[in-house]
Structure formats: structure tokens, C-alpha cells
């Protein structure tokens, strides 16, 4: 997810305006359906299906609606798979999340789906193929969500890189991301994994990635890709040493190679963020919903007090952060702070370097609203009235969803160019992880991907060369001028199109 640069003083407006309305309702008493989104939220349910388009249904407030079709979503997609993409509709809710051992691990939905590096033959998804070989496990070795890939930056006057990030018990967070079957489906029927195809495509009927309904081909002829529209995933895990912790994740197998060599077969490893983007009618520009286990880390500073609308109260956070230690001390303590790798190919290895089992102190800079929270506390009532009252899931909260306020047609026209229109996207303050964005938590998720294209022709490295432009970049190619056209064609934006390979 994507960068956004909010001056200060734009966060301190935000925070008073958000003070005073919370001051307003507390004076007029609305009922708390109203403050939470009456009518998405009340529709929120422990079962594997998903609403058709992203719609706020006249909500009163439409930022908490927006979270509880997140949340939604977050069901359907951490449901028991059964095939490929598909949930097991045989199964009750109150299983949902049922806790298990490291041999009782089931798949889930999202986690069925294809990787986007096997589908596009990267150099990323090569580095376990063998040891996948052995045991039919995946194998994780990307140790940030840009691992793997050649991500350049345009017009930014500070760097801008991903960086690992490290445990208090010293293990590093391994990262993968998936696609679902509508988005499989499009880019393999059109032949997308050619450069010379996603040009063809582009030039032609427009790449616009599956909606669900009115999807068109590269021609720009009627298609059918499923109903679903195009989802994508990024997940973040982490190894579990202590399988005590295991009722507190989703839990999973993995062989994991880390970044010194040292290769972990078959390791119990539990989620600690997870994206979940879908482009559905009344989202073209996607709808990007994000979310945390609880004890990942605490907020730099509080949100402004909320009304006591939350019940059930969220689980206590163990005091042992995963990546957060209150007694740290020393020059390795700095929060959020990037480090430098020793091992880059350097002799003598560069000043203060920091080894890979170095913990990262991590904190979040925007606090998680209370819009967020609410829509969590909505979640895990249903869970209870589902009698999932065990589900590791209780664990889980929501940080935010981003969507798109004005509606646009799902359809990208011929020739498409980055930046592509944002459709004023709510909330307006910066929507980030603190395990898949932790160095860059002024971000928004739609003002990255603005800038997504298309794969460029050229010689290839078996790596995704990802293009990041800055907002001032952005905004000269908004401007009419000779130089405009020079702009890369965009790729409805997703990244995954940089990946591809062949000609």
C-alpha cells in the first residue's frame, strides 16, 4: 500500500475535526448502529459470502460501513478452502477459526489462491522451488513485501525502500501475495503475461482487470471471469516457536529461507498483517482493506477517546509485544527505524550495520480510529453469536479500508496512462501496516498503485520492475503538456503486470 505525505499540521485538522464530532454525537446521543454504519454493519455475518459491489447502502457513516464490508471480506477469505479459491460450504461458522495444532493446519481460502510470482515465472518464485519439492509446502524468502522485486523511485527526495522487520524473538516476518481466481483467470485468457500482450491489451480494448459483472477482454468484447472481481493478497507471517501461541493466529506451514542462507523445514508460523483489495462495482479503483493481529505492536499515541460503543471489549494484548519492547535501550531502540543490512555485497561491511536477528522496534504512527475499532468489536459479536468463541480470528482487528468516493465506470479505456484518477478516496488520513508498511506509515494505499503499469519490454531479470512515482511527478503528468504523453500505460492498478517475463 502506497504514500501518502501528510504535513503535520494537516494531521493536527484532521484530529480536531475528529475531536468535534466526536463532541457533537456525545451531545445528541445518536444511537450507536448509527455511529457504526446501521446498515452494513448489521449485515455482517459468520459466513462465506461476499456483497456483489461496494456499497454503503445510505449508510449515516460511511467509513465505519466501508470497515464492516472489510470485515466481510476477511470472513470469506480466512474460511476453510475446499479446491482451489473456493470455500468449503460444508462446513458450520462456529468452526470458524477453530484453533489447531501445527498438524491440524488448514487452508483458507486466500491462501488457495495463486501466487502471482508462479504465475508470472519470477526469479522470487524459483528460490524454493526445490525445497517445495520435498515436502509439497510452500516455501517463503521474501522478507519484505518488495522482496524480489526491482522497485525504482522517481522525483523523491528521500529514500524509499522495504526493509525486514524482526522479532523480539529474533525471527524474521516473511511475506507472500496471492491473486484470486476472477484475476488468474484474466490474465491467463488474454495472455497477460506477455509484455507485448499487456501492450497489445492497452492499445486496444483497455486492461481492465474483472469486476464482477460487465468485464471486458483485451478486445473490449463481453467476458466472463467469475463473479467475484479481482482480489489480491498480501500476507505477513512470522515463525512460532511456542505452539502455546497458536489459539492467539492463523496458523500455517511453510519451509522459510532466511536472509543468511539458514533454510527452516516444515515451521509453524502464524499471520501478523494481511491486505485484502478487491475491485468490485462502486470500487474501480479497488477497495483496500487491512488488518493486524492484536499483539503486534502499540500506537505511537492514543486516538482521541471514543464513545463507549465497543462490546465486546477486545481481547488484552499480551504485555511481551511481538515487535515492540517498552524497556529497549541503545542505539538499536529507535522506532520504526530502517536498518542497514551488513551483508550487501560490501568489504568491510558498512558502518553500524545492523545482522538480520536484530530486533525491530516498531510502533504505529497513526492510531487505529475508533470508526476501526467499532467495526471490529461488530466482528467479534458475531463471532460470538456464530459460537465461534474460540476463533483465533478474535485476535485479529481492523486497521482501516480505503475505498473510492465518486464512482467511475470498472472499465479502463484504450490507452490508459498513469496517474489514473483517484475517485477521492476516504478516509483522508494515512491507512497503513505496521508489518507490511512499517518505514513508510504515511501512506495511503491508492496513491502508489496511481502509478502502476504496465510490464516494459527490454531485457528481463526474472524480477517485477516496479515504478514509483512521486506525487509531484503525478501531478505534472495530470498536467496537459508535450510531455505527458511519455507517461507509462497503467495496469488498473496492480503491480502484479510488472512480473511478467516474456516478450
Known sequence: MPIR?????????????????????????????????????????????????????????????????????????????????????????????LPVQKAGAYTTVWESYANPDDVFKTTLAARGRTLTATNGLRTLSATSKGDGDDVSLNGFHQAFTFGWLTSRDRDVTFYEERIDNDELAYITQNGLTSKSKQLYCVTHGGLSLPAGRADIDCNGKPANYGNLGAIEIKAAWIELHDPAKASRYLISRANLIYPDGHVVKDALIGLVGLHII??????AQFAWATFEQVDNDPDATPYPTSPPTSTPPPPTATPLWTYYNSACTGANCKVNALATPCANGKAPPPTNCQAYTVPTQTQRVTPVSYFSDDSTSVFRAALQKAHATTSVFRYYRMIDVQWPRVVTSTQQKPFARVPLFQASPDPSWPVANSTLETYVQGAACMDCHQSAAIASSGASTGQAHIRILSPALLRAMRA????????????????????????
Not at 480536531?16 to 446521543?29: K, P, R
Not at 482451489?84 to 458450520?92: A, E, L, S, T, V
Not at 496537459?480 to 507517461?487: E, F, L
Request: glycine share 10%.
Open 5 to 97: 505525505f501528510s504535513p503535520a499540521a494537516a494531521v493536527f485538522a484532521v484530529l480536531v475535526a475528529v475531536l468535534a464530532l466526536f463532541s457533537a454525537l456525545a451531545q445528541h446521543g445518536p444511537p450507536v448502529e448509527a455511529q457504526i454504519g446501521k446498515n452494513t454493519c448489521s449485515q455482517v455475518v459468520v459466513a462465506p459470502t461476499m456483497p456483489p459491489t461496494f456499497d454503503l447502502y445510505g449508510s449515516t457513516d460511511f467509513q465505519g460501513s466501508a470497515d464492516c464490508i472489510g470485515w466481510q471480506w476477511f470472513i470469506y477469505e480466512n474460511w476453510r478452502a475446499k479446491g482451489m479459491g473456493r470455500p468449503n460450504g460444508g462446513i458450520g461458522p462456529n468452526v470458524f477459526g
Open 480 to 503: 496537459p503538456h508535450p510531455g505527458a504523453s511519455a507517461a507509462p500505460y497503467a495496469s488498473d492498478w496492480s503491480f502484479v503486470f510488472a512480473k511478467a517475463r516474456l516478450p
Open 278 to 283: 478487491r475491485k468490485v462495482p462502486k470500487a
